[in-house]
């Protein structure tokens, strides 16, 4: 559901047999996309960050000399604000789940306080547990290495992602007709949400998702993306 419309259409079928219909669509939590506060680029020590020549290498050139890693070290830096403790997760989706074809040689973020305590850290294979934040500012610092300084520099803008989790998840009603759930503002008008039914076998079911009319969290900003989850039968999912 985008900043212009007001609701979303999916569509539900049954092809292999009957299907109970009871959906139910919350939103859980806010998305938060952060650029770099801070660049730094450093060459590697030379006796530890070395990258020893390939065999291929050796046999052309016998002296050929291991080539120098360079680091970066890039800096995030955002606010919890609110009275209750709120769930942080950071990560950075461009370069997840990126192991041996990685375009580059490490990916290791910390998540630091106001006083440059360590309080978690991660990788870019394992989604890091969420961590229960309290109100005040915090730091995400991204180290990435390369061979190539060049590739590093170009990569100076890598977005990182916070997973910012509301304590109370926003309910977004769904309607099997477009006019009441582009409306969602409308009340009293005796529109009912979409009610529990069977699926018959082959049939096919639209189902629009109005956007949440509850407020959203005062720290909620210009940018951010709420997400969440829908599922077609809430008896099941429970």
Not at 153 to 163: F, N, V
Request: aromatic share 6%.
């Amino acid at each position: 559901i985008t900043a212009s419309s007001e609701f979303a259409r999916l569509g539900a079928c049954a092809p292999l047999r009957a299907e109970q219909l009871n959906p139910e669509c919350k939103l859980k939590s806010v998305l938060r996309t952060l650029r770099p506060n801070n660049i730094d680029i450093t060459l590697g020590s030379a006796e530890r960050d070395k990258e020893p020549p390939s065999d291929a290498a050796l046999a052309s050139n016998a002296d050929e000399v291991p080539s120098r890693i360079y680091e970066m070290r890039l800096t995030y830096q955002f606010k919890v604000e609110g009275d209750k403790p709120i769930d942080v997760s950071p990560s950075f989706p461009s370069l997840f789940n990126q192991l041996y074809d990685s375009p580059v040689d490490s990916q290791i973020w910390s998540l630091s306080d106001n006083n440059s305590k360590i309080i978690t850290y991660g990788s870019s294979m394992h989604h890091a547990s969420p961590t229960s934040l309290k109100k005040g500012d915090y730091t995400v610092t991204l180290l990435l290495r390369h061979p190539s300084r060049s590739s590093l520099d170009q990569m100076k803008d890598l977005p990182c992602e916070i997973d910012l989790k509301m304590s109370t998840a926003l309910d977004c009603k769904l309607y099997d007709e477009l006019d009441k759930a582009s409306t969602p503002a409308v009340k009293d008008d005796g529109r009912k949400a979409m009610q529990k039914k069977l699926l018959p076998k082959g049939s096919y079911q639209d189902i629009y998702v109005a956007r949440p009319t509850e407020d959203l969290p005062s720290w909620v900003a210009p940018g951010d993306v709420v997400q969440g989850s829908l599922v077609l039968d809430k008896d099941k999912a429970a």
